[in-house]
C-alpha cells in the first residue's frame, strides 16, 4: 500500500486549497492508499470525519511561520517515524521549500510541490527561497498551465486539474427554491462570491460592483461566503454603502448556496483556477472573472471575463446581462458533459492521481 502525506501550509477551512485537499482525500481509493494530512490548524469537521472514516490521520504543527525551524524537526520526525514514501504539498510559493527539506531530511524519495496561483502575497520571499526550493523538489504538480508555469520556472510538471463531484454541485431546482426560502431570497437577484476575505479576492472591487449592479436592479442581493482578515473592513464598506450584503462566513453547506446564487462574480487581482469557479460552472451559474484569472477557468460557456481596470458600469452589465435566457435545468446534462470533457471529474481525476503517484514511485526505483 502507498503510504503518501499530504501537507497543507494555509488556514484548512472549506475554500481553496483546502476544498482541493478534501476532493482527493473523499474520493480516492483507501485499499490501494494510505494518506493523512498535516495541516497548520485543525482540519474541518467535515475532513475529520472522511479521516476517521478511513483510518486517516491529522497532524497539526501550528508555528510554521512563526519558528520555521522547529517546524522543519517536527515535521521531519513525522515523515519519518510514519516511512512516507511521497510527501504531497499543496501551496502558491516557494515557501514550501520549508516541506521540501524536511521530506529531503526525512529520507523520502518523491518530494511533490503542488501550485495553486500564478503569483503569491510575498514575492520577496518567494525570490529569495527559490533556488533552494529548486533543487529540493522532485516532481512538480500544479492546478492549470500559468500556475505550473509560475512556480516551476520553465521546468516540467504535470497539471492536476482541480476535480469535483458532479453530482453534488449538479442544477438542483429544488434545493434552489428550499435555500432561496429559508435565507429570504425570493424574488431577489443573487450574487454571489466564495473565496477568502484577502487583497487577492479583490472584495473592495466586488462590493464597488455591487454598488453599481443595485443602482440598476434594486432586487439585488450580494452573497458572500468565506472568512479571512479583511471581513471586518469589508463589513464597514458594506455599512457605509447602505447595500443588502449578507456575510454567510465559513460554509459545509457551498454546494446549496450556489443553487440559490444567479451569477457568480469573482475580481481577483490573480488566481491559478480556483475550484470556486469549477463549482459555480457545474451548478450551471453564469461566472463573471477578471481578466487576471487563468483563461483554463473558462471550461464551459458560462464564463464571461472582464477587464478588471473596467469601470463598474461595464462590470455591472455583464452581471445583469450574463443571466438573459438562461435556462439552467435544461442545460444541466451539456455543462456536466463539457466539465467531463475537461478532466474535472474528482472521481476520475482520483485513479489518475494514483496511478501518477505509482509512476513516480516505480521511476525512482
Keep these: 500500500m502507498l503510504k503518501v502525506l499530504v501537507i497543507v501550509p494555509t488556514i484548512f477551512g472549506y475554500d481553496g486549497i483546502s476544498n482541493v485537499a478534501t476532493n482527493y482525500y473523499i474520493y480516492q481509493d483507501h485499499k490501494e492508499i494510505k494518506m493523512d ?19 486517516g490521520r491529522n497532524f497539526v504543527i501550528e508555528y510554521r511561520n512563526r519558528k520555521p525551524i522547529s517546524y522543519v524537526k517536527k515535521l521531519r520526525r513525522i515523515i519519518k517515524d510514519n516511512g512516507y514514501q511521497i510527501v504531497h504539498v499543496h501551496g502558491c510559493s516557494c515557501t514550501m521549500f520549508v516541506e521540501m527539506l524536511a521530506a529531503k531530511l526525512a529520507g523520502v524519495k518523491v518530494r511533490i510541490p503542488h501550485s495553486h496561483n500564478t503569483t503569491c502575497d510575498h514575492v520577496k520571499v518567494d525570490k529569495l527561497l527559490r533556488p533552494f ?72 472591487k466586488l462590493i464597488s460592483v455591487f454598488d453599481a449592479v ?19 473592513e469589508i463589513e464597514a464598506e458594506v455599512r457605509n454603502k447602505k447595500l443588502d450584503v449578507l456575510f454567510v462566513g465559513l460554509s459545509d453547506e457551498v454546494e446549496c448556496w450556489l443553487q440559490a446564487m444567479d451569477v457568480m462574480v469573482f475580481p481577483s487581482l490573480f488566481e491559478g483556477l ?22 483554463m477557468t473558462a471550461i464551459t460557456d458560462l464564463v464571461k471575463f472582464v477587464e478588471l481596470e473596467a469601470d463598474d458600469a461595464k462590470w455591472a452589465e455583464t452581471v445583469i446581462n450574463s443571466v438573459d435566457g438562461l435556462d439552467r435545468s435544461g442545460r444541466k446534462g451539456y455543462v456536466e458533459q463539457q466539465i467531463k470533457d475537461a478532466h474535472f471529474d474528482i472521481k476520475t481525476n482520483c485513479r489518475e492521481l494514483l496511478q501518477k503517484y505509482k509512476k513516480i514511485l516505480e521511476e525512482t526505483k
Design 214 to 232: 443595485s443602482k440598476v436592479r434594486s432586487d439585488a442581493k450580494l452573497v458572500l461566503i468565506g472568512a479571512g482578515e479583511l471581513r471586518d
Design 274 to 295: 480556483p475550484l470556486g469557479i469549477v463549482e459555480a460552472q457545474a451548478a450551471g451559474l453564469p461566472c463573471i472573472l477578471s481578466n487576471t484569472i487563468s483563461p
Design 37 to 55: 494530512v498535516v495541516s497548520i490548524n485543525p482540519v474541518n469537521e467535515k475532513f475529520k470525519k472522511e479521516l476517521d472514516k478511513s483510518g
Design 133 to 204: 526550493f529548486m533543487k529540493l523538489y522532485t516532481n512538480g504538480f500544479a492546478c492549470g498551465q500559468e500556475a505550473g508555469e509560475w512556480l516551476f520556472s520553465g521546468k516540467p510538471f504535470d497539471v492536476i486539474s482541480n476535480g469535483i463531484d458532479l453530482e453534488k454541485f449538479g442544477y438542483n431546482s429544488e434545493v434552489r427554491e428550499q435555500f432561496r426560502k429559508k435565507y429570504d431570497l425570493e424574488n431577489k437577484f443573487v450574487i454571489g462570491h466564495v473565496g477568502r476575505f484577502s487583497e487577492q479576492k479583490n472584495h473592495k
